[in-house]
């Protein structure tokens, strides 16, 4: 059974005896955000104090993390540099494996995540079946408008911009697409590059467009014999080795990454402009909530964000210099898990039976 259909099976089928379950080991030891309650009042030295007495206790930290290795692992060393005392446990998994890991192991009443990391679909479900707590880091004041939670259920950890990808070598300055019609000219068919689960994508042109004008822009691109892959960095690759021409929907600050080691890879914003979210989420049963709480909030302030960005990422507050300033767009459209959440599915089935894909989560 394929991840997608077996994190929904889990999902359906497990339900309240999931929520029963957390809920017997909740019952005892409080939620993770009310054994944190006694540290949200202070602040400072003295926060952080308190939260480092409580992470000794612990002694480990659980991360459930959609971050690549090699951009997670370094962070976590950067942290373990500060607060050694802390063992940090780094699962990296793709979003779907992961939605499956956490069901099962609530179902069996031994969920071991203190932090997940995923996409904001995905955010949505654990959201909406009662999975995270509130913590609102005092950090979170600093990161731009629309990339975190007011409430405290979710704020992201870095994003990743939506951007047109062209091989310099093949598509010439006058030829790059300047708008998302231009990719319906006769002379791309089959140049282009999709991956399959590109409905994030194709859900955010909906949400800014309509749906109906999506649609039909969809039939239209669809009938450019278009090739399909999944993986972003997949693309990206196979963009720079010249085995097709375009990718109207790559992550840039990947790209830019490869095209700074020498990719002959080019990129241009299209309207929409579309942001990516990483929410990062404590979770209700994490055993060690101290630990949790002080990486939370560490990954926020600028020294976490500095070693984000270190490591390829971005970072996500407002005041910090931007790593690639070609990427930087005034009032982008962020795709939130309240926002976009409730209508993923749908755009699932839209995106599938219009490309004629199998896989597209």
């Known amino acids: 059974m394929k991840l997608f259909h077996r994190f929904f099976f889990l999902l359906l089928m497990s339900g309240a005896g999931v929520l029963a379950g957390a809920g017997a080991t909740l019952a005892q030891e409080g939620t993770a955000g009310e054994r944190l309650r006694p540290v949200l009042s202070l602040a400072g030295r003295e926060r952080e104090k308190a939260l480092v007495e409580g992470a000794k206790k612990e002694g480990q930290l659980n991360l459930y993390f959609v971050l690549a290795v090699s951009e997670g692992q370094p962070l976590v060393s950067e942290f373990q540099k500060q607060y050694p005392f802390i063992k940090v446990n780094y699962l990296r998994a793709g979003r779907d494996a992961i939605m499956v890991r956490i069901f099962t192991e609530l179902r069996a009443k031994a969920l071991k995540a203190d932090l997940i990391e995923i996409s904001p679909d995905e955010a949505y479900e654990l959201l909406n079946a009662g999975i995270v707590d509130r913590y609102l880091s005092p950090y979170a004041a600093e990161v731009k408008k629309g990339y975190y939670d007011p409430k405290g259920y979710w704020t992201s950890l870095t994003y990743s911009t939506m951007a047109l990808g062209y091989n310099t070598n093949l598509v010439s300055a006058q030829q790059v697409p300047r708008g998302y019609e231009d990719l319906l000219n006769p002379k791309w068919k089959g140049k282009l590059i999709l991956d399959v689960a590109a409905t994030d994508w194709f859900g955010m042109l909906a949400e ?20 399909f892959r999944r993986g972003h960095r997949l693309q990206l690759q196979l963009l720079a080795a010249g085995e097709v021409e375009i990718a109207p929907k790559v992550y840039g600050e990947t790209g830019y990454g490869m095209k700074a080691a020498g990719a002959p890879l080019g990129f241009v914003l299209l309207k929409p402009h579309i942001i990516k979210p990483y929410p990062m989420m404590l979770a209700k049963a994490a055993p060690n909530p101290f630990s949790a709480a002080l990486f939370y909030d560490w990954a926020l302030s600028e020294k976490g964000q500095a070693a984000l960005q270190k490591y390829a990422r971005v970072s ?35 995106f599938r039976e219009i490309f004629d894909v199998k896989i597209a989560h």
């Open 316 to 350: 996500i507050l407002a005041n910090a210099r931007p790593k690639y300033p070609e990427l930087a767009v005034e009032n982008p459209s962020v795709m939130t898990p309240e926002a976009f959440g409730p209508k993923y599915k749908h755009y699932i089935k839209l």
């Open 208 to 227: 800014a467009w309509g749906e109906s004008r999506a649609v039909e822009y969809g039939r239209k691109l669809a009938k450019q014999e278009i090739h």
